[in-house]
Protein backbone atom coordinates (compact mmCIF):
# COMPACT_ATOMS: atom_id res chain seq x y z
CA UNK A 1 0.00 0.00 0.00
CA UNK A 2 1.08 3.32 -0.93
CA UNK A 3 2.80 5.42 2.02
CA UNK A 4 0.88 7.91 3.75
CA UNK A 5 1.58 10.89 6.04
CA UNK A 6 -1.22 9.92 8.37
CA UNK A 7 -0.40 10.60 11.89
CA UNK A 8 -1.79 8.48 14.77
CA UNK A 9 -4.65 10.56 15.33
CA UNK A 10 -5.59 10.29 12.32
CA UNK A 11 -6.30 6.88 11.86
CA UNK A 12 -8.03 6.95 15.56
CA UNK A 13 -10.30 9.44 13.16
CA UNK A 14 -10.89 7.03 10.95
CA UNK A 15 -11.59 4.31 13.21
CA UNK A 16 -14.40 6.58 15.19
CA UNK A 17 -15.95 6.81 11.72
CA UNK A 18 -15.70 3.77 10.31
CA UNK A 19 -17.50 2.06 13.08
CA UNK A 20 -20.03 4.60 13.19
CA UNK A 21 -20.54 4.22 9.69
CA UNK A 22 -20.61 0.48 9.43
CA UNK A 23 -23.79 0.72 11.80
CA UNK A 24 -25.08 2.74 9.62
CA UNK A 25 -24.74 0.68 6.95
CA UNK A 26 -26.36 -2.19 9.54
CA UNK A 27 -29.25 -0.03 10.22
CA UNK A 28 -30.19 0.89 6.12
CA UNK A 29 -29.79 -3.11 5.72
CA UNK A 30 -32.29 -3.74 8.19
CA UNK A 31 -34.18 -1.05 7.23
CA UNK A 32 -34.54 -2.50 3.60
CA UNK A 33 -34.95 -5.78 4.64
CA UNK A 34 -38.74 -4.28 6.04
CA UNK A 35 -39.46 -2.52 3.22
CA UNK A 36 -39.02 -5.38 1.11
CA UNK A 37 -41.21 -7.38 3.35
CA UNK A 38 -43.66 -4.74 3.86
CA UNK A 39 -43.32 -3.70 7.29
CA UNK A 40 -42.70 0.02 6.62
CA UNK A 41 -45.69 0.60 9.44
CA UNK A 42 -44.12 -1.67 11.83
CA UNK A 43 -42.81 -0.33 15.22
CA UNK A 44 -39.65 -2.28 14.54
CA UNK A 45 -39.05 -0.19 11.70
CA UNK A 46 -39.69 2.79 13.45
CA UNK A 47 -37.60 1.88 16.20
CA UNK A 48 -34.55 0.97 13.77
CA UNK A 49 -35.77 5.08 11.96
CA UNK A 50 -35.07 6.43 15.81
CA UNK A 51 -31.78 4.48 15.81
CA UNK A 52 -30.51 5.46 12.56
CA UNK A 53 -31.15 9.77 13.36
CA UNK A 54 -29.64 8.85 16.94
CA UNK A 55 -26.13 7.53 14.15
CA UNK A 56 -26.20 9.88 12.27
CA UNK A 57 -25.92 12.71 14.24
CA UNK A 58 -23.02 10.84 16.01
CA UNK A 59 -21.87 10.13 12.72
CA UNK A 60 -22.39 14.36 12.02
CA UNK A 61 -20.49 15.38 15.20
CA UNK A 62 -17.48 12.94 14.60
CA UNK A 63 -16.71 15.17 11.04
CA UNK A 64 -17.60 18.73 12.92
CA UNK A 65 -15.04 17.72 15.89
CA UNK A 66 -12.29 17.80 13.27
CA UNK A 67 -10.13 20.34 11.65
CA UNK A 68 -8.65 19.42 8.58
CA UNK A 69 -6.31 21.02 6.06
CA UNK A 70 -6.25 20.33 2.56
CA UNK A 71 -3.60 18.20 2.45
CA UNK A 72 -5.03 16.34 5.07
CA UNK A 73 -8.17 15.79 3.19
CA UNK A 74 -6.22 14.61 0.40
CA UNK A 75 -3.91 11.91 2.18
CA UNK A 76 -7.49 10.60 3.98
CA UNK A 77 -9.08 10.34 0.74
CA UNK A 78 -6.13 8.77 -1.22
CA UNK A 79 -5.66 5.97 1.74
CA UNK A 80 -9.26 5.40 2.18
CA UNK A 81 -9.69 5.10 -2.13
CA UNK A 82 -6.51 2.52 -2.11
CA UNK A 83 -8.65 0.02 -0.27
CA UNK A 84 -11.04 -0.20 -2.59
CA UNK A 85 -11.36 -3.13 -4.69
CA UNK A 86 -12.44 -0.56 -7.69
CA UNK A 87 -11.34 2.61 -8.76
CA UNK A 88 -15.06 3.54 -9.94
CA UNK A 89 -15.46 6.51 -7.89
CA UNK A 90 -17.96 8.06 -9.80
CA UNK A 91 -21.40 8.30 -7.54
CA UNK A 92 -23.57 7.46 -10.90
CA UNK A 93 -21.45 4.79 -12.18
CA UNK A 94 -21.37 3.20 -8.83
CA UNK A 95 -24.85 2.91 -8.08
CA UNK A 96 -25.52 1.65 -11.89
CA UNK A 97 -22.51 -0.53 -11.41
CA UNK A 98 -24.34 -1.62 -7.51
CA UNK A 99 -20.53 -1.91 -6.81
CA UNK A 100 -21.70 -2.82 -2.89
CA UNK A 101 -18.17 -3.85 -1.69
CA UNK A 102 -16.28 -1.54 0.79
CA UNK A 103 -19.74 0.64 0.85
CA UNK A 104 -18.41 2.33 4.13
CA UNK A 105 -15.23 2.85 2.65
CA UNK A 106 -17.20 4.77 -0.37
CA UNK A 107 -19.47 6.99 2.38
CA UNK A 108 -16.70 8.40 4.02
CA UNK A 109 -14.72 9.04 0.92
CA UNK A 110 -18.09 11.39 -0.32
CA UNK A 111 -18.45 13.03 2.90
CA UNK A 112 -14.94 14.02 2.95
CA UNK A 113 -15.48 15.26 -0.52
CA UNK A 114 -18.40 16.50 0.32
CA UNK A 115 -17.09 18.82 3.52
CA UNK A 116 -14.02 19.74 1.52
CA UNK A 117 -16.30 21.47 -1.03
CA UNK A 118 -17.66 23.14 1.16
CA UNK A 119 -14.99 24.60 2.67
CA UNK A 120 -13.58 25.55 -0.54
CA UNK A 121 -16.91 27.17 -1.99
CA UNK A 122 -16.87 28.99 1.31
CA UNK A 123 -13.27 30.05 0.67
CA UNK A 124 -13.69 31.32 -2.78
CA UNK A 125 -17.10 33.18 -2.01
CA UNK A 126 -15.51 34.92 1.09
CA UNK A 127 -12.33 36.31 -1.47
CA UNK A 128 -14.28 37.70 -3.85
CA UNK A 129 -16.13 40.89 -3.09
CA UNK A 130 -19.62 41.67 -3.95
CA UNK A 131 -18.90 44.04 -6.43
CA UNK A 132 -16.57 41.65 -8.37
CA UNK A 133 -19.07 39.12 -8.43
CA UNK A 134 -21.59 41.63 -9.66
CA UNK A 135 -19.05 42.81 -12.35
CA UNK A 136 -18.35 39.31 -13.41
CA UNK A 137 -21.39 38.18 -13.79
CA UNK A 138 -22.82 40.75 -15.74
CA UNK A 139 -20.01 41.59 -17.90
CA UNK A 140 -17.41 38.88 -17.79
CA UNK A 141 -14.57 41.22 -17.45
CA UNK A 142 -12.08 40.46 -14.82
CA UNK A 143 -8.23 39.23 -14.55
CA UNK A 144 -6.69 35.95 -14.19
CA UNK A 145 -6.56 35.02 -10.50
CA UNK A 146 -10.54 36.31 -10.24
CA UNK A 147 -11.05 33.91 -13.74
CA UNK A 148 -10.31 31.23 -11.28
CA UNK A 149 -11.73 31.53 -8.28
CA UNK A 150 -14.89 32.40 -9.77
CA UNK A 151 -14.89 29.22 -12.10
CA UNK A 152 -14.11 26.97 -9.50
CA UNK A 153 -16.90 28.91 -7.16
CA UNK A 154 -19.63 28.37 -9.86
CA UNK A 155 -18.74 24.87 -11.19
CA UNK A 156 -18.69 23.35 -7.83
CA UNK A 157 -21.76 25.30 -6.89
CA UNK A 158 -23.48 23.82 -9.89
CA UNK A 159 -22.26 20.26 -9.60
CA UNK A 160 -22.86 20.05 -5.94
CA UNK A 161 -26.90 21.18 -6.97
CA UNK A 162 -26.98 19.31 -9.99
CA UNK A 163 -25.56 16.07 -8.93
CA UNK A 164 -28.61 15.90 -6.45
CA UNK A 165 -31.08 16.97 -8.45
CA UNK A 166 -29.79 14.54 -10.76
CA UNK A 167 -30.10 11.84 -8.07
CA UNK A 168 -32.93 12.99 -6.78
CA UNK A 169 -34.77 12.55 -10.31
CA UNK A 170 -32.62 8.95 -10.86
CA UNK A 171 -34.84 8.15 -7.97
CA UNK A 172 -38.46 9.62 -9.13
CA UNK A 173 -37.92 7.43 -12.06
CA UNK A 174 -36.32 4.37 -10.62
CA UNK A 175 -40.00 4.69 -8.35
CA UNK A 176 -42.11 4.06 -11.33
CA UNK A 177 -40.04 0.86 -11.90
CA UNK A 178 -40.42 -0.28 -8.38
CA UNK A 179 -44.46 0.36 -9.07
CA UNK A 180 -44.90 -1.25 -12.10
CA UNK A 181 -45.81 -4.92 -11.92
CA UNK A 182 -43.75 -5.82 -15.55
CA UNK A 183 -40.67 -5.41 -13.24
CA UNK A 184 -41.77 -7.38 -10.01
CA UNK A 185 -38.63 -9.76 -10.70
CA UNK A 186 -36.51 -6.84 -10.25
CA UNK A 187 -38.30 -4.63 -7.25
CA UNK A 188 -35.67 -6.10 -4.80
CA UNK A 189 -32.88 -4.91 -6.67
CA UNK A 190 -34.52 -1.64 -7.42
CA UNK A 191 -35.51 -0.95 -3.97
CA UNK A 192 -31.89 -1.88 -2.66
CA UNK A 193 -30.34 1.46 -5.18
CA UNK A 194 -33.17 3.25 -3.87
CA UNK A 195 -30.98 2.50 -0.25
CA UNK A 196 -27.67 2.69 -1.91
CA UNK A 197 -28.09 6.34 -3.35
CA UNK A 198 -29.32 7.56 0.11
CA UNK A 199 -26.09 5.99 1.95
CA UNK A 200 -23.92 6.92 -0.50
CA UNK A 201 -25.16 10.99 -1.02
CA UNK A 202 -25.39 12.84 2.32
CA UNK A 203 -27.73 15.69 0.62
CA UNK A 204 -30.28 12.66 -0.12
CA UNK A 205 -30.08 10.91 2.63
CA UNK A 206 -30.73 14.06 4.59
CA UNK A 207 -34.07 14.83 2.86
CA UNK A 208 -35.12 10.89 2.22
CA UNK A 209 -35.11 9.65 6.03
CA UNK A 210 -37.23 12.87 6.90
CA UNK A 211 -39.60 11.37 4.59
CA UNK A 212 -39.79 7.81 5.83
CA UNK A 213 -37.49 6.89 2.47
CA UNK A 214 -40.53 7.63 0.34
CA UNK A 215 -39.42 8.94 -3.07
CA UNK A 216 -41.47 12.43 -3.94
CA UNK A 217 -43.64 12.54 -6.81
CA UNK A 218 -42.56 15.96 -7.47
CA UNK A 219 -39.30 18.29 -6.07
CA UNK A 220 -38.28 21.74 -6.54
CA UNK A 221 -34.83 21.72 -7.86
CA UNK A 222 -31.84 23.07 -6.09
CA UNK A 223 -29.86 23.76 -9.05
CA UNK A 224 -32.67 25.96 -10.65
CA UNK A 225 -31.89 28.11 -7.61
CA UNK A 226 -27.95 28.55 -8.13
CA UNK A 227 -28.55 31.97 -10.22
CA UNK A 228 -30.75 33.73 -7.63
CA UNK A 229 -28.20 33.05 -4.39
CA UNK A 230 -24.80 33.33 -6.74
CA UNK A 231 -25.69 36.60 -8.99
CA UNK A 232 -24.24 34.36 -12.19
CA UNK A 233 -25.27 35.61 -15.19
CA UNK A 234 -27.82 32.95 -16.85
CA UNK A 235 -26.42 32.37 -19.71
CA UNK A 236 -23.29 31.50 -17.99
CA UNK A 237 -25.14 29.01 -15.38
CA UNK A 238 -27.03 27.32 -18.52
CA UNK A 239 -23.61 26.52 -20.36
CA UNK A 240 -22.12 25.58 -16.78
CA UNK A 241 -25.34 23.53 -16.64
CA UNK A 242 -25.87 22.22 -19.54
CA UNK A 243 -21.96 20.89 -19.87
CA UNK A 244 -22.19 18.71 -16.90
CA UNK A 245 -25.54 17.42 -17.91
CA UNK A 246 -24.28 16.36 -21.14
CA UNK A 247 -21.49 14.99 -20.00
CA UNK A 248 -23.28 12.59 -17.66
CA UNK A 249 -26.05 11.90 -20.66
CA UNK A 250 -23.44 11.19 -23.19
CA UNK A 251 -21.53 8.39 -20.80
CA UNK A 252 -24.79 6.97 -19.96
CA UNK A 253 -26.02 6.52 -23.86
CA UNK A 254 -22.55 5.55 -24.48
CA UNK A 255 -22.89 2.34 -21.81
CA UNK A 256 -26.89 1.88 -22.53
CA UNK A 257 -25.89 1.60 -26.23
CA UNK A 258 -23.53 -1.18 -26.00
CA UNK A 259 -26.08 -3.44 -24.90
CA UNK A 260 -27.62 -5.95 -27.15
CA UNK A 261 -30.83 -7.80 -27.67
CA UNK A 262 -29.13 -10.61 -26.32
CA UNK A 263 -27.59 -9.32 -23.10
CA UNK A 264 -31.28 -8.16 -22.30
CA UNK A 265 -31.69 -12.08 -21.79
CA UNK A 266 -29.44 -11.86 -18.80
CA UNK A 267 -30.97 -10.46 -15.15
CA UNK A 268 -27.73 -8.28 -14.29
CA UNK A 269 -27.48 -6.62 -17.56
CA UNK A 270 -31.42 -5.84 -17.92
CA UNK A 271 -31.22 -4.53 -14.37
CA UNK A 272 -28.14 -2.34 -15.67
CA UNK A 273 -30.48 -0.82 -18.39
CA UNK A 274 -33.06 0.14 -16.10
CA UNK A 275 -31.00 1.98 -13.98
CA UNK A 276 -29.41 3.48 -16.94
CA UNK A 277 -32.62 4.54 -18.34
CA UNK A 278 -33.37 6.27 -14.71
CA UNK A 279 -30.01 8.06 -14.69
CA UNK A 280 -30.62 9.62 -18.28
CA UNK A 281 -34.09 10.53 -18.10
CA UNK A 282 -32.73 12.30 -15.09
CA UNK A 283 -30.00 14.03 -17.04
CA UNK A 284 -32.19 15.11 -19.52
CA UNK A 285 -34.55 16.95 -17.11
CA UNK A 286 -32.13 19.64 -16.41
CA UNK A 287 -30.49 20.13 -19.56
CA UNK A 288 -32.01 23.30 -21.63
CA UNK A 289 -33.90 22.06 -25.35
CA UNK A 290 -31.38 23.13 -27.35
CA UNK A 291 -28.63 21.02 -25.69
CA UNK A 292 -31.17 18.59 -25.55
CA UNK A 293 -32.18 19.01 -29.33
CA UNK A 294 -27.98 18.67 -29.95
CA UNK A 295 -27.87 15.37 -28.28
CA UNK A 296 -30.96 14.07 -29.80
CA UNK A 297 -29.21 15.30 -33.02
CA UNK A 298 -25.54 13.60 -32.48
CA UNK A 299 -27.21 10.21 -31.23
CA UNK A 300 -28.95 9.78 -34.47
CA UNK A 301 -26.09 10.99 -36.52
CA UNK A 302 -24.53 7.96 -34.74
CA UNK A 303 -26.67 5.27 -35.14
CA UNK A 304 -26.01 5.88 -38.99
CA UNK A 305 -22.66 6.56 -39.21
CA UNK A 306 -20.29 3.50 -40.69
CA UNK A 307 -18.72 3.43 -37.09
CA UNK A 308 -21.60 2.24 -35.50
CA UNK A 309 -22.76 -0.26 -38.22
CA UNK A 310 -19.14 -1.77 -38.02
CA UNK A 311 -19.92 -3.07 -34.90
CA UNK A 312 -23.01 -5.17 -36.35
CA UNK A 313 -24.57 -5.19 -33.04
CA UNK A 314 -27.99 -6.34 -32.77
CA UNK A 315 -29.55 -3.83 -29.86
CA UNK A 316 -32.68 -2.68 -31.50
CA UNK A 317 -34.16 -2.75 -27.71
CA UNK A 318 -31.18 0.24 -26.61
CA UNK A 319 -31.71 2.14 -29.41
CA UNK A 320 -35.61 2.32 -28.37
CA UNK A 321 -35.03 2.70 -24.51
CA UNK A 322 -32.61 6.05 -25.88
CA UNK A 323 -35.03 6.70 -28.44
CA UNK A 324 -38.18 6.74 -25.47
CA UNK A 325 -35.64 8.78 -23.72
CA UNK A 326 -35.78 11.64 -25.74
CA UNK A 327 -39.38 11.06 -26.77
CA UNK A 328 -40.76 11.06 -23.34
CA UNK A 329 -38.59 14.44 -21.89
CA UNK A 330 -41.63 16.78 -22.46
CA UNK A 331 -43.90 14.00 -20.53
CA UNK A 332 -40.72 13.69 -17.66
CA UNK A 333 -40.90 17.40 -16.72
CA UNK A 334 -44.61 17.43 -16.86
CA UNK A 335 -44.90 14.58 -14.07
CA UNK A 336 -41.99 16.42 -11.66
CA UNK A 337 -43.10 19.17 -12.01
CA UNK A 338 -40.13 21.03 -13.97
CA UNK A 339 -40.76 23.32 -16.90
CA UNK A 340 -39.30 23.37 -20.29
CA UNK A 341 -35.50 24.78 -20.00
Not at 55 to 84: G, H, R, W
Not at 144 to 151: F, S
Not at 237 to 255: E, G, P, V
Amino acid sequence: MKKTNLMDEDYKWLEKIIKISTSIEKLYKEIFVLEINGQKDSETYKKNMDYLNISLEVESKIYENVTFNYLKYDELISYLTNQLPSNILDMPECIIERDYRERVIRRIIYNLLAQLQEIALKKYKVELPDDILNFASQFGVFNLNQIANITIYFDNEIKKSLGKDFLTGYLIFLQEFINNDNFNDFQKDLIKSKYNVSFLNKHIESEFKNNNFQIPDVFYPNSSLVPDFSRINSNIYIDLKDSYSFRQAIYQISKLIETSNQDYQDYNQKLTSILRECLIRATFLFMSNEKLEDLNYQFHEYLESDEYRKKSLNNKISEEIIINCFNNIKKDRNKINILSL
